[in-house]
Every structure is written in C-alpha cells, then in structure tokens.
C-alpha cells in the first residue's frame, strides 16, 4: 500500500525513522513528507535510506507532476508523526501553507495522527478543541502517552511508540475488498414504548454493529447504519438512519435493503412491544400494587428481509443466547439460521456480564446450513473483520447492483 508519513517539527521527529521503518519493514511504499522544521531533527538522507523513496518537502518542487496533489490522491494512508500542536491546529482549520497540509487535503485516505508536545500544550482549550474537530471529522489518533518528555518534566504529551504508530497505521491499511458494495447494517437495541417515560429495552449497546458499519466503511463499503438507540457515538464514515422502535427499524431497514448487496442485523430487536401504549404516563395511585402489561409479537425483521432478498445478496443474522453448553448453543443457532434463512448467523454468549457493553466479543458463525464458518474472539472491531472476510468471500463477483 502506498503510505505517506508526514513528519513535523518535534524532537520526536527522530522516532519517526521508526514509523517510516517499521511501515516499510510491513511492505509498504512510504513517501516521507518532512516540514522545514521536521528537517532540523532529523537528516533528509536518513529518511531517504530507509524510506527507500525521496523525501518531499518543498511545495514548489516537482510542480510539473501537480506533486502538492499528486502525493495524497495516491495515498492509501496518510500518518503524521510526531504532529505538533502547530499542527494539529493547521489541520483543523484545514490550511495548506506547505507540502503537508496540501497533501492532507488532496487526500481521501484515513489520516492517522500521533501528537507529540508539552502537557500544557496537549491540555490547552485550543489543543483540545482541535483534537475534538479532528476527531469529529473521522481522524485517527495514537497517543499522546503519558511519560518523560524533552526537559526535566513529565506527563502527557509523549509520542506513542513507533511500534503502537506502525500498529494502528497497519489497522488503518484494511483491504478494501468491499468496494463498490453497498452494506445495510443494524445496530443497537429497540426501545417499546409503555407510555411517554418508559419503556421496555434491552441492554444492547450499539457496539458490534457500529464496529461492523466502521470496518465495513473503512473496507470500502456504502454503509448505512440503521441504529436504535446507541449507547456510543455514532460511527463517521457512513449514513446514520435513527430509529426507536423495532416498527421504525423495520421500515428504515426494508428501505435500504433493496439497495444493499449484503444485509448485517446485528440489532438487537424486541421481541415483543405493549399492545397498548398509554397516552400518559402511567400513575401508581391508578393501578396498585400490580401492573398487568401486556405484550404482542413484533414481526421478525430479519427472517422477512431474509424471505424478500434478491438473489446474490448477503443476510447476516444475529444470535444472542444464554446457554452455556457450547453444543446445544450449536444446535440453537442451527435451528436459528435455519428457521431464518440467513447466509451467516453470528453467535454470541451474552448474559449479566458478557456480550453487552463490552469492548471484547467472541463469537461463532455458522453458514445458513449450520456449518462452523469461523470462531473469532477479540476486540468488537477484530470481531467486525472476521465477520466482514465471511461476507467479503460470500459475495458474488460482481454483487454491485444499479
Ligand atoms: O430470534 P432472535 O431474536 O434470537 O433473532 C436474532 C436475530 O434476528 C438478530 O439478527 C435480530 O436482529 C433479528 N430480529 C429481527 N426481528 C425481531 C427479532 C430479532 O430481525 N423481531
């Protein structure tokens, strides 16, 4: 892949070698792009030497081959490391006074950033206030860390390590076989109204299925998202569809189905919602000791979707259980995938400390005929990944449909 490492004026520009190093160790083309400051701490030949490529610094160069542009239409990554807080609050406003900032915004790749200054610095309104725009626009941060830093003092504002850089870096790097497709996911959990304050819910957090919507993204996907009730921020990068209920789901999903080349329901739907919902909140001096609530079927959003699928599109289906006997856990989502006639069924153990409002998941999935496709454990976004290779390799050739 072809990785442009923008490098700015910090003492922490000499771990820089390592970045560059390390990204060209993982098989990458690295393009340095050094300021005129980056160039004080650290020798253009170095650079060069282990970039194996020439290293860009001035805007007026190469003009004949539109390099200010050239360098971040090509790029697959974008990583500035060390990024000052000069930096840092250049790229927030977006100003392209030199080869970097040109190059960042000519740039369609995600943009990895690793802060590197004084506490002060880092913990200034203004520093915050730009990292929070920065994140806000979908770039990515690693570090800062806290420990020693140039002088005598401490704190927070140290570079993260090459190797954490490289890492990240190499998680930005996903392949982009998801291009051109178009994914419907769902995420969260519905919410049934009982009366204007309450309702019935579930402890569903939104986590696996943003995580599912991000990769999707980062692999190239369309993705809309269609969420219910998230717990996190919402994920950048794709169309965010709000919904409450599993009726408003159950509209917005049959919406862009017709449209997805693969469909994820990783929400977590009611099962059931109250037959009556009052029109005011429900007072205890009016109904006693006990309340009676009752509770009708919600239509099964998934096995519909399933039933009315084009042909080639993917249905990934969603099963959460309880049982602890990993055989009969099996054997349930046989049944599960079966009776839903989904291409992929995602299982996963949940229970009062598991599965829900966790940054780990492990998971299970089986093909629409109960085969074990693949066992996967690890953060929600490793998780994400496993699931997306399955539905990546499930698609036909050419699944993209007008
Ligand atoms: O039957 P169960 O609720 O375990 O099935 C879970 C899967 O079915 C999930 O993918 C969930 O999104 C979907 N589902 C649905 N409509 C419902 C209930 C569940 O689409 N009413």
Request: a negative charge.
């Amino acid at each position: 892949m072809n990785v442009v490492v923008g490098i700015t004026g910090g003492i922490a520009a000499y771990k820089a070698v390592g970045v560059v190093r390390g990204l060209v160790l993982a098989g990458h083309d690295v393009h340095v792009v050094a300021t005129e400051a980056a160039l004080r701490f650290v020798g253009r030949p170095t650079l060069e030497a282990i970039s194996r490529n020439p290293v860009h610094t001035e805007l007026y160069e190469g003009v004949a081959e539109v390099r200010h542009v050239a360098l971040g239409q090509r790029a697959d990554l974008v990583v500035i490391a060390p990024a000052t807080a000069n930096t840092v609050a250049k790229l927030a406003a977006g100003i392209a006074d030199d080869l970097l900032g040109n190059t960042v915004l000519a740039s369609r790749a995600p943009l990895l950033i690793a802060p590197a200054m004084h506490t002060e610095m880092w913990e200034h309104p203004a520093t915050r206030a730009n990292t929070a725009l920065l994140r806000e626009r979908g770039v990515h941060l690693v570090g800062p860390v806290a420990g020693q830093l140039t002088g005598q003092d401490s704190g927070v504002g140290r570079m993260a390590e090459p190797d954490a850089i490289v890492a990240a870096a190499t998680g930005l790097l996903a392949p982009r076989d998801l291009e051109g497709r178009r994914l419907l996911v769902t995420a969260g959990g519905t919410r049934e109204p009982i009366d204007p304050v309450r309702f019935v819910g579930n402890r569903s957090s939104g986590r696996q299925g943003a995580a599912i919507a991000l990769r999707a993204a980062a692999r190239g996907a369309e993705v809309v998202l269609v969420a219910a009730n998230l717990d996190i921020d919402p994920p950048q990068g794709v169309e965010l569809v709000q919904v409450g209920t599993a009726a408003e789901l159950e509209r917005a999903a049959r919406e862009a189905a017709g449209r997805a080349d693969a469909i994820v329901m990783a929400a977590a739907v009611a099962d059931y919602r109250p037959v009556e919902v009052a029109e005011d909140k429900i007072k205890k001096d009016e109904t006693g000791d006990e309340l009676e609530l009752r509770l009708v079927r919600n239509p099964d959003i998934l096995r519909g979707l399933a039933d009315a699928r084009a042909e080639g599109q993917i249905v990934v289906g969603f099963a959460a259980e309880t049982e602890r006997d990993r055989e009969r856990q099996l054997e349930l989502g046989r049944a599960k995938a079966a009776r839903k006639g989904v291409d992929l069924l995602v299982l996963n153990r949940v229970g009062w400390h598991e599965g829900f409002a966790t940054e780990r998941n492990a998971i299970t999935v089986l093909s629409g005929v109960g085969t074990i496709m693949a066992e996967a454990e690890g953060t929600k976004a490793e998780v994400a990944d496993r699931i997306l290779d399955l539905v990546a390799a499930a698609l036909p050739p050419s699944a993209s449909r007008g």
